[in-house]
T-cell receptor, first 113, second 111 residues
Framework: GESVGLHLPTLSVQEGDNSIINCAYS??????FIWYKQESGKGPQFIID?????DKRQGQRVTVLLNKTVKHLSLQIAATQPGDSAVYFC????????????FGTGTRLKVLA | DGGITQSPKYLFRKEGQNVTLSCEQN?????MYWYRQDPGQGLRLIYY???????QKGDIAEGYSVSREKKESFPLTVTSAQKNPTAFYLC??????????FGEGSWLTVV
């Protein structure tokens, strides 16, 4: 059932190294951003979110950076582990809420042992 | 365990056949959405429902239908009018703070 994730850009990192996954968002009015992890054949899992009044937010082993000037979002994963191998994608919306979530196409992260 | 449950995980459709994908949530959320996921593309919105007994077409509603008779349930029917139904289908629901949560997905294949 693995067809989702084909033809995506791939980032290969050595186990233990840090990973940086990037996302360019499209709507200047978006003020709420989410990163998801999607493993093969599964639904997306929430990783971390950030609002536009912040430029950095940290979680457990993950950090999200937001650059509103260039409409760019990044996800940093520290000490990447084999279990981090998945497709990662970003989503944008508004804090006030709208039905319209915009999703990135995703990046496949491969962790090399 | 609170969450969004989709079934079946795998479904095969014959030409000319309608099939229904189930989505149930016990999160007490008002809104529920259906997305389609194809290789190399972002999620595309099929239908959404902001509240029980109401639903709206998304960006790619043609060939699909939904109902929202209960708050917990938002089934998606893929009709024979959908000419390219093979895809991974995701049911989702936004919660407090506007974070959107997803089910585990259903694979639909035309045979």
């Amino acid at each position: 059932g693995e067809s989702v994730g084909l033809h995506l850009p791939t980032l290969s990192v050595q186990e233990g190294d840090n990973s940086i996954i990037n996302c360019a968002y499209s709507n200047s009015a978006s003020d709420y951003f989410i990163w998801y992890k999607q493993e093969s054949g599964k639904g997306p899992q929430f990783i971390i979110d950030i609002r536009s009044n912040m430029d950095k937010r940290q979680g457990q082993r993950v950090t999200v950076l937001l650059n509103k000037t260039v409409k760019h979002l990044s996800l940093q994963i520290a000490a990447t582990q084999p279990g981090d191998s998945a497709v990662y994608f970003c989503a944008e919306n508004r804090i006030s809420g709208t039905y319209k979530y915009i999703f990135g196409t995703g990046t496949r992260l491969k962790v090399l042992a | 365990d609170g969450g969004i449950t989709q079934s079946p995980k795998y479904l095969f459709r014959k030409e000319g056949q309608n099939v229904t994908l189930s989505c149930e949530q016990n999160l007490n959320h008002d809104a529920m959405y259906w997305y389609r996921q194809d290789p190399g593309q972002g999620l595309r919105l099929i239908y959404y429902s902001q509240i029980v007994n109401d639903f709206q077409k998304g960006d790619i509603a043609e060939g699909y239908s939904v109902s929202r008779e209960k708050k917990e349930s938002f089934p998606l029917t893929v009709t024979s009018a959908q000419k390219n139904p093979t895809a991974f289908y995701l049911c989702a629901s936004p919660g407090p703070g506007n974070t959107i949560y997803f089910g585990e997905g259903s694979w639909l294949t035309v045979v």
